[in-house]
């Protein structure tokens, strides 16, 4: 069966919050780019562009989670958009409260977690760096 595995887009600090990510999830990261590491005399990569995120992974669970910093000639990832979450399934409701206090913290509630109208737990907020998440426990 196919995976799903959510790629996110930031304006210069994927590595911070990846970092952040990591504290809540745990793990390694398997992946780190950067955009200096691709560079050659063909297409040299700016000086001020150097140190972003080509590419960074972070297994969580059976999936990944991936990032990279758009560099400044694509323009700035507009931070508010609200057409996707990423969905976390927890295997308990502990789990699910670790996860949402640990994400949530210095964002915007969106849903307090708790017990949910269609029978699960769940909760739902956009984190400090304007991603949105959904956890739940079934």
Do not use: C
């Amino acid at each position: 069966m196919a995976h799903i595995n959510p790629h996110i887009n930031f304006n210069g600090n994927a590595e911070e919050a990846f970092n952040f990510y990591k504290s809540v999830f745990g793990g390694a990261f398997t992946n780190i780019i950067r955009f200096k590491d691709i560079s050659t005399p063909e297409h040299p990569i700016p000086a001020s562009e150097a140190n972003k995120i080509m590419n960074i992974a972070l297994p969580i669970g059976n999936s990944v989670l991936m990032a990279n910093d758009v560099p400044d000639f694509l323009g700035r990832v507009n931070e508010n958009e609200n057409r996707s979450k990423i969905f976390v399934s927890a295997e308990s409701k502990k789990e699910a409260d670790k996860i949402y206090s640990g994400l949530s913290a210095g964002g915007t509630v969106e849903m307090p977690i708790g017990d949910s109208p269609w029978g699960s737990y769940f909760g739902m907020f956009r984190d400090q760096y304007g991603i949105e998440w959904m956890v739940e426990f079934k």
